[in-house]
């Protein structure tokens, strides 16, 4: 028998009596088969590596595979190894299971991009590439910051396209923007930080991060310029997080004076601004509104992520950190075991490297102005008194309603056709604010080309539902 076939066989857990090798050995199989532990057409280890595992004589082990096979337990194939056979009335294992499907199947929600479009060849490419060149440290425990030829290459990356004021000593890469966003506001509150303010509407997921951090969150009002930050003075917080460049989900971009204002009072106070640049790569009007961290390296923790780009699965996002906070991220990041993947560091490297990363941006812009311009296009058609409003940008818009029409009626409707469609009520810190008109965050990202068309039919039928019952 090959090397090879050692190589191959399954770990298997099974006891095994040391006075009763062979009659216990059976046992444990036939159970594993019998309760689903393995389950049918798995291969087995082959003789001599379960031997060799469980500290048993080879012959001893072929017969037991001999006697399970003859009961129709296992499968001898020639020449490929011992099988666990397929009988019939067993208990499946969890694999097997039916697996219950989601209620609904086309996404419209804000911000999720198309997963079908990942660049699976030339990411391939980068992961080949990056595993055979990369020296043996690569592949042990890297440091807190993470890989230091990424962080060299986002650095250089972030200057290019965002206008990042970067070194690499002053990148951080993390899991995710969850990631980041957990790190810096746990060195916050190790700082004596205990309020932290947020854009009126955002995400839910990042307030429960904040408020791990046993952080106050607070809120504060979003317009047409962006998130009104002159009301920072008033509520005494530490730190404030904006999405300044297209915010989400209303879709406004921070007026060059509220720039200066929020720099102004992060300079004032000592104060921080974490800027979460999720999307910035994507404006189809004009050139991309560049990073405010520029402004003020000092006072931003710049944010920004793979996600949009590339895809969520790919677990990765960075951070550009104030001198002065450096120090608190790595404690951070070792106080909780938050190191980032060095694997797909080192491919996430070699992508940008080959310069597959801006290809994948530049394809993505392109889709996703397409998609914009096709639900303009239909809205102006289809929905009389409805219009898409938000910067031409991103992967998502407001779709504005008539007034008194039922955001959560159309969420419904929406629902009951398969489609997924929230409200901009849905996204609201609060409730002490006047609300503005009814509107629908529509994601244009997510759905696959093909079913784009079908996503944008399912929404336009539950707006029209919800159109008839407000009338």
């Excluded at 997080?241 to 200066?260: C, E, I």
């Excluded at 060095?342 to 812009?365: M, S």
């Amino acid at each position: 028998m090959s090397d090879e076939w050692a190589i191959l066989g399954l770990d298997l857990h099974l006891e095994v009596d040391a006075q009763r090798k062979s009659d216990s050995l059976e046992t444990a199989l036939r159970s594993a088969v019998r309760d689903g532990r393995l389950a049918s057409g798995t291969r087995l280890p082959a003789s001599r590596t379960l031997a060799a595992d469980l500290g048993i004589a080879r012959n001893l082990v072929a017969e037991v595979y001999a006697r399970l096979t003859a009961e129709g337990w296992l499968e001898a194939r020639v020449g490929a190894g011992t099988w666990v056979g397929d009988r019939g009335g067993r208990i499946r294992s969890a694999r097997e299971l039916p697996r219950v499907s989601e209620p609904a199947s086309l996404d419209l929600r804000g911000g999720i991009p198309d997963a079908s479009s990942f660049p699976r060849r030339d990411w391939a490419a980068a992961a080949r590439r990056s595993a055979l060149d990369a020296p043996a440290p690569a592949f042990g425990y890297g440091p807190p910051r993470g890989s230091p030829a990424l962080r060299s290459t986002l650095a250089e990356y972030l200057a290019r396209t965002r206008g990042v004021w970067a070194t690499p000593d002053r990148v951080v890469v993390t899991r995710g923007f969850g990631a980041a966003l957990g790190l810096t506001v746990r060195a916050l509150a190790a700082r004596g930080a205990r309020r932290i303010a947020v854009e009126e509407f955002g995400h839910e997921a990042h307030r429960r991060i904040i408020r791990a951090a046993g952080l106050d969150v607070v809120p504060v009002a979003v317009d047409a310029d962006g998130a009104a930050v002159r009301e920072l003075d008033a509520l005494s917080v530490d730190a404030v997080v904006l999405t300044p460049a297209h915010q989400f989900p209303t879709g406004a971009a921070l007026s060059p004076a509220r720039r200066l204002d929020v720099v102004a009072w992060a300079e004032r106070t000592g104060a921080f601004v974490i800027e979460d640049d999720y999307d910035g790569e994507f404006r189809y009007d004009r050139r991309a509104i560049g990073a405010l961290q520029a402004l003020a390296p000092e006072h931003v923790v710049y944010a920004g992520t793979a996600s949009k780009s590339l895809a969520p699965a790919v677990g990765l996002a960075w951070a550009v950190v104030p001198e002065r906070l450096i120090d608190d991220l790595d404690e951070q990041v070792l106080a909780t075991g938050g190191l980032a993947d060095l694997v797909n560091q080192a491919t996430l490297d070699a992508f940008i490297g080959a310069h597959a990363y801006d290809r994948n941006v530049r394809r993505l812009r392109a889709e996703y102005r397409a998609r914009r311009t096709r639900l303009e296009a239909r809205v102006a058609d289809e929905l009389d008194g409805c219009r898409v409003t938000g910067m031409r940008a991103g992967l998502h818009c407001l779709l504005e309603l008539p007034p008194a029409t039922d955001e959560q009626r159309v969420s419904a409707v929406a629902d009951r056709l398969g489609v997924r469609l929230h409200g901009l009520e849905s996204y609201r810190l609060g409730d002490s604010r006047p609300r503005r008109g009814p509107a629908m965050v529509v994601g244009y990202g997510a759905p696959p080309p093909h079913r784009f068309d079908a996503a944008l039919d399912g929404a336009i039928i539950a707006v029209r539902s919800a159109l008839g019952a407000a009338r």
